[in-house]
């Protein structure tokens, strides 16, 4: 496993992270066990990874407490509550107060009394302004208690696959730590986020670098459908059965080229993988660690999906 330094919160991260959420939250959609699902976040502590990406919304807190138990010292958490109801539109905003007991709920259920990173989960750009009066102001009382030591920020990239949210947040200052959509499909966060991240010291993770439209043949038809309708694509310059063939010929298919591509991205420190099976595990953490793409590949990759902002690949 390789190792790097996660921007200006000097902790030393493992350039792959096991995202607990995602399609497959541990497995815990398609009826794992809670005991296998915490096997794979045990396997995961065991191939070096030593960050956690969880949430409350997943539902996984309490599988990644009981996996942890006994070497949480070793072990970066990352977990989230979003500042509104997820299942009532109509309810207002939490409190500051309110997402204070979000956190300790989620301390109780991860069985530790800090967390590294703690996120706002799927903010949009529309919500900063109360974001930054209303809920800043308490996590920053909790950073001070020593309930979190560093605060983290994810965006809502299936509505926001040009990254308005984050262009915006970055150069605040308040965030140590953001999460962002990137992949082959859509390189945008490249140009307005990676920049921003790297001139202002602030660590990266990254979600969705395979998710459906890298795993699957139908996920991917409704990307490559949904960015042609956007105008960002020329699909003649596409096999017409199996459009993005042409990674396999010096990779180990379409998943392994998805995790290095954004492995190798300058900005980028985390790469997520969601899963709930361990042999994907593995597979996906060789991959994260191999070398980057040929630059024969890469150079088709830009000139086919270099401009894309339009899907996030879910
Ligand atoms: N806004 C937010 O804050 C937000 C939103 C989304 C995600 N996230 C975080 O980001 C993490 C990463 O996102 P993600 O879970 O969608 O990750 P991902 O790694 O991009 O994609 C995971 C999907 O690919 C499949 N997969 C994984 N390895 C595979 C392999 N080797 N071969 C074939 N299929 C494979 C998984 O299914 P299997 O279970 O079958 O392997 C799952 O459906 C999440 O877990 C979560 O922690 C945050």
């Not at 998805?258 to 899963?275: D, K, N, S």
Request: aromatic letters at 6%; proline letters at 3%; one cysteine or more.
């Amino acid at each position: 496993m390789h190792y790097k330094i996660l921007g200006r919160t000097g902790l030393n991260v493992s350039v792959a992270g096991l995202g607990c959420g995602g399609h497959s939250r541990l497995g815990q959609t398609y009826g794992n066990t809670l005991a296998q699902s915490a096997d794979v976040v045990r396997a995961a502590l065991d191939l070096g990874i030593n960050f956690i990406d969880t949430a409350a919304a997943y539902g996984t807190e309490k599988i990644v407490g009981e996996a942890v138990r006994g070497r949480r010292d070793k072990v970066i958490i990352s977990t989230k509550t979003g500042i509104a109801s997820w299942t009532d539109p109509n309810a207002g905003p939490f409190t500051g107060a309110q997402v204070l007991e979000h956190l300790d709920k989620s301390l109780s259920r991860l069985g530790t009394d800090y967390v590294d990173v703690y996120n706002l989960h799927g903010i949009v750009a529309a919500q900063l302004d109360y974001v930054g009066a209303e809920i800043v102001p308490a996590l920053l009382r909790a950073r001070e208690q020593g309930k979190i030591l560093f605060l983290g920020i994810t965006e809502h990239f299936g509505a926001d696959t040009d990254h308005r949210m984050l262009s915006a947040a970055v150069p605040s200052g308040v965030w140590d730590v953001v999460m962002v959509g990137f992949n082959l499909l859509n390189p945008s966060a490249r140009r307005n986020v990676l920049r921003l991240t790297q001139a202002h010291g602030v660590g990266v993770q990254n979600m969705f670098a395979v998710r459906r439209a890298l795993s699957s043949p139908e996920g991917l038809k409704e990307a490559l459908d949904t960015i042609e309708k956007a105008g960002q694509l020329d699909r003649s310059k596409l096999d017409a059965t199996d459009p993005l063939g042409f990674l396999k010929t010096d990779t180990d298919g379409i998943v392994d080229a998805a995790y290095r591509f954004c492995r190798h991205e300058p900005g980028i420190h985390i790469v997520l993988t969601g899963t709930g099976k361990i042999e994907h595990l593995k597979e996906n953490v060789a991959s994260i660690n191999r070398g980057a793409l040929a630059s024969k590949t890469l150079a088709k990759l830009e000139e086919l999906f270099g401009q894309v902002d339009s899907v996030s690949g879910n």
